[in-house]
């Protein structure tokens, strides 16, 4: 890019080509700076105070010295998003609310590093990842060369490989000595889900606290925050549960293998809190409910000690046509939600990433994505709207659903693709058919309360609050069994309690009561994240076996577990929720596949979102609805047994009266 600035030469002048020179290093800008100090030619350009500065034949600044501000201003149409990559830390940390594109824009950050040179190690915390689809390579639990993208690896913390490997590390630890009944109960100890969650803890501390000296960056494409928010709070609460604890045992077997992780957990922690070598990027769109989240995401992590962050807003939309209604609603929503930023965002440096016409999957289109060089969309013939077929809108779901007269709806789905608005409609749906129903998620995010926005009669709305839950089970525990025990032995009763997974159990058990409510009435379900809510899935086949050993020649006929209640198909109808594109399609379609491993049978699926239900001529949107008629076509051929439609809607589905037109006749 050439910039122009026109002066005799004075120290003026000089300040001013320093100071392009400055904005284009911040912005990471490749500019020729070119001077013109002949007064002939500062005439001819009609220039008449100097300094001046000039781009592309226009004249932006005449007379005494810009501003750095004003001068990036002038270059940030052609920066290219995220440029502080350019002196990124050691560790980057991408997270946010599901469904802003957390996987795109940490997968396009680390492949931007390993293509300057640098050599690059991307890893997933989420059981949900679509990494493979996007890079084309399968993920394992050890870094794994990308074909095609020289200095890049990628690794996926997958649950199940942690578990065991951490299993044997604890078994090991016995000794020779160990009978094979210590053994037997040790590993019935570690087949829990808080063990999981705390053997993929030690796979990520271990990044953290030992550094490879293979790589210049490590990448982390986190779950969702709520998921997250969890894993990044752990270091902290490893660290305090261990400090100065040395006896017992606790639900993750000897203790003296916990002991032995101590170090490593403060050096994580200490990793997490440097910000020489660590920045979180909370990712967000311009859309009011993803950026509350960033916002409140933002301080329980500088709660944490991790204070260097910045903001990236993916997604940012520019109507080519404010006659397209669809197009204008879409970047009318989007600029007043950046005008209504909260004031914490706000005073974050942040990068805008444009809405592409295209989907993140492959190398091409990942290396695109973060490309300050974008060619125009050709215009596109106007799209008709399809109208969704008669028996394929949520009114209809909400119909059948009804017919039932009880039972457990479970939303379900990644994160981002609207889940909580589909389990608010159906809920008030069935309210409006005559039936009582009880609303209530698991998902740590919690965004029921905003999205209902209202009461209403029949309607009673809960949430699984894992502090108020994990409070709830440690006070039951302790009243059943302090009776019996000692001070000292009440006393290293409530010390192991403290143990961070009893959260996982408590929820559990919340989660097994409200799916016991449905016997008698309608309980509807909005799930955290996929990653989540398999881990959640985990915990319920882990008690149901348990149930059957301890309950086997023992009248097992009259056990009925909350695994039982879930493979029942007249007791639960899973709702399988996307939208239109290629990856929350491919991750439904996966997340189906785990539960049918399960005996599981989802209900039903729901397309959420569809352009092509409400209709547009907008060039880039058009350029995007090719992709979304194959997403169609890939669930009519097999993948849904029901699909039911929801079109995009210019007025946002919030609060009940605009709910209830997404299911009413």
Request: glycine share 8%; hydrophobic share 45%; net charge neutral.
């Amino acid at each position: 890019m050439e910039v122009k600035v026109f002066g005799p030469g004075c120290s003026k002048c000089r300040s001013t080509i320093a100071m392009v020179g400055r904005a284009a290093q911040d912005l990471g800008v490749a500019v020729e700076i070119v001077t013109v100090e002949d007064p002939r030619a500062i005439l001819r350009a009609g220039i008449t105070a100097t300094p001046a500065v000039a781009m592309g034949g226009k004249v932006l600044h005449s007379g005494g010295l810009p501003s750095l501000e004003e001068v990036k201003g002038w270059l940030a149409p052609a920066a290219r998003p995220m440029a502080f990559l350019g002196q990124a830390t050691h560790y980057l940390f991408f997270t946010g609310k599901g469904g802003v594109g957390k996987t795109s824009l940490s997968t396009a950050a680390a492949l931007t590093l390993a293509d300057a040179g640098r050599r690059v190690l991307l890893v997933s915390t989420d059981t949900a990842s679509n990494l493979d689809e996007m890079l084309g390579v399968a993920l394992r639990n050890v870094p794994t060369a990308v074909p095609g993208a020289p200095g890049l690896s990628v690794l996926n913390i997958d649950p199940g490989t942690a578990a065991e490997s951490y299993r044997q590390r604890v078994l090991a630890q016995m000794g020779a000595g160990a009978s094979p009944a210590e053994l037997a109960t040790v590993r019935e100890q570690l087949s829990g889900a808080c063990t999981t969650e705390i053997a993929s803890f030690d796979e990520f501390a271990t990044l953290l606290s030992e550094r490879d000296a293979r790589f210049d960056h490590v990448v982390f494409d986190t779950a969702p925050t709520g998921h997250t928010l969890r894993l990044l709070s752990l270091p902290k609460a490893w660290s305090g549960f261990l400090e100065g604890n040395d006896r017992g045992a606790s639900c993750l077997g000897p203790h003296s293998g916990l002991k032995m992780q101590e170090a490593r957990f403060k050096a994580a922690l200490a990793a997490l809190s440097d910000p020489a070598q660590t920045t979180v990027v909370l990712v967000t769109r311009p859309d009011h409910g993803a950026m509350a989240e960033a916002a409140r995401s933002a301080e329980e992590l500088k709660g944490l000690g991790l204070q260097h962050q910045r903001l990236a807003i993916n997604g940012v939309f520019h109507a080519s046509d404010p006659s397209d209604a669809v197009a204008a609603a879409i970047e009318a929503l989007g600029q007043q939600a950046l005008d209504e930023m909260p004031a914490s965002l706000r005073a974050m440096p942040h990068d805008m990433v444009p809405l592409r016409a295209f989907d993140t999957v492959g190398l091409p289109a990942l290396r695109a994505l973060l490309s300050p060089h974008q060619a125009a969309v050709a215009a596109a013939p106007p799209i008709a709207v399809e109208p969704i077929p008669a028996g394929q809108d949520l009114a209809a779901l909400a119909d059948a659903l009804a017919a039932a007269g009880h039972g457990l709806v479970m939303v379900m789905g990644k994160g981002g693709v609207g889940k909580t608005t589909i389990a608010a409609a159906l809920a008030l749906g069935l309210v409006q058919r005559g039936k009582t129903v009880h609303l209530s998620t698991t998902d740590p995010a919690a965004h029921l309360a905003g999205t209902l926005a209202g009461a209403l009669p029949g309607l009673h709305v809960s949430r699984i609050d894992p502090k108020v839950e994990t409070q709830r089970y440690v006070d039951k525990i302790m009243a059943a069994k302090s009776p019996d025990l000692s001070a000292q032995e009440q006393a290293l009763l409530l010390e192991d309690l403290r143990s961070p997974c009893t959260e996982e159990v408590a929820v559990f058990h919340a989660f097994s009561r409200i799916v016991g409510e449905a016997r008698s009435a309608f309980v509807v379900l909005d799930t955290a994240p996929t990653g989540h809510s398999l881990l959640l899935m985990d915990a319920t086949g882990a008690y149901h076996r348990q149930m059957v050993r301890e309950f086997e020649g023992k009248n097992a006929g009259h056990v009925v577990t909350p695994l039982m209640r879930l493979q029942d198909a007249a007791y639960t109808k899973i709702i399988l929720v996307t939208l239109p594109e290629v990856t929350p399609v491919s991750q439904a379609a996966a997340l189906q596949d785990d539960l049918r491993r399960a005996h599981i049978e989802p209900y039903a699926w729901v397309l959420n979102k569809s352009v092509l239900a409400a209709g547009t001529h907008d060039p880039l949107l058009a350029a995007r609805l090719a992709g979304e008629r194959k997403q169609m076509e890939r669930m009519a051929a097999g993948l849904a047994v029901r699909s039911f439609v929801v079109p995009w809607l210019t007025q946002p589905p919030v609060g009940i009266p605009e709910l209830a037109k997404m299911v009413g006749h």
